[in-house]
Antibody, heavy 127, light 107 residues
Framework: QMQLVQSGAEVKKAGSSVKVSCRLS????????ISWVRQAPGQGLEWMGG????????NYGRKFQGRVTIAADEVATTVHMEVTSLTSEDTAVYYC????????????????????WGQGTLVTVSS | DIHITQSPSSLSASVGDRLTISCRAS??????LAWYQQKPGEVPKLLIY???TLQSGDPSRFSGSGSGTDFTLTISSLQPEDVATYFC?????????FGQGTKVEFK
């Protein structure tokens, strides 16, 4: 059974950085991409970025470019996400999600997004 | 970037009611739209992908329709366990974008 297992809750000071990890067990990166999604308290879902390890492609949402880094460790089937220059607005539950690659052709990936999710990691930023 | 507008933001209904939730994309996205259900305190769960394909194991009272810019999630007969917030997601290309969410409650 496939699972995404995330690292534990973090409490950080404003201005610092946080790194959250997501380990894929029971599956491989061969047919998987990993997205990061966050949810502030009482708010909706926000896509931050994602990585396609088999292609070495990383994409970021516009508001996160330059402040978020996503990297895959294929040997450990783990994806890490680092957020720098934290503010109180970064207080949220951070999720990783598996996007299944259904087909690949002509530079286009056909996906089934978010079929498995990690348990979430609460990041609290205090001033 | 393509913007997604989801409506309504909330709705109240009774057991057995038929519900529809809409998402509109600012540009055509083919059929690259998914729907998720998130119950309070839980992780989002995939219901529908490729606009119309029901995820394995999900009840058949959930269905999706649409293509291009206009999409709909339909719950044919609302059940007590369907109380949740529903989100759409466009995923044709990066960046992926979620709709604002629709909170479904009982009258």
């Amino acid at each position: 059974q496939m699972q995404l297992v995330q690292s534990g809750a973090e409490v950080k000071k404003a201005g610092s950085s946080v790194k959250v990890s997501c380990r894929l067990s029971g599956g491989t990166f061969t047919n998987s991409a990993i997205s990061w999604v966050r949810q502030a308290p009482g708010q909706g879902l926000e896509w931050m970025g994602g990585v396609v390890p088999m292609l070495g492609i990383v994409n970021y949402g516009r508001k996160f470019q330059g402040r978020v880094t996503i990297a895959a460790d294929e040997v450990a089937t783990t994806v890490h996400m680092e957020v720098t220059s934290l503010t109180s607005e970064d207080t949220a539950v951070y999720y990783c999600a598996r996007d299944m690659v259904l087909r690949r052709g002509s530079g286009v990936l056909t996906m089934k997004p978010g079929d498995y999710w990690g348990q979430g990691t609460l990041v609290t930023v205090s001033s | 970037d393509i913007h997604i507008t989801q409506s309504p933001s909330s709705l109240s209904a009774s057991v057995g009611d038929r519900l529809t939730i809409s998402c509109r994309a600012s540009q055509a996205i083919g059929n690259s739209l998914a729907w998720y259900q998130q119950k309070p305190g839980e992780v989002p769960k995939l219901l529908i992908y490729a606009a119309t394909t029901l995820q394995s194991g999900d009840p058949s009272r959930f269905s999706g329709s649409g293509s291009g810019t206009d999409f709909t999630l339909t719950i044919s007969s609302l059940q007590p366990e369907d109380v949740a917030t529903y989100f759409c997601l466009k995923y044709d290309s990066a960046p992926q974008t979620f709709g604002q969410g629709t909170k479904v409650e009982f009258k």
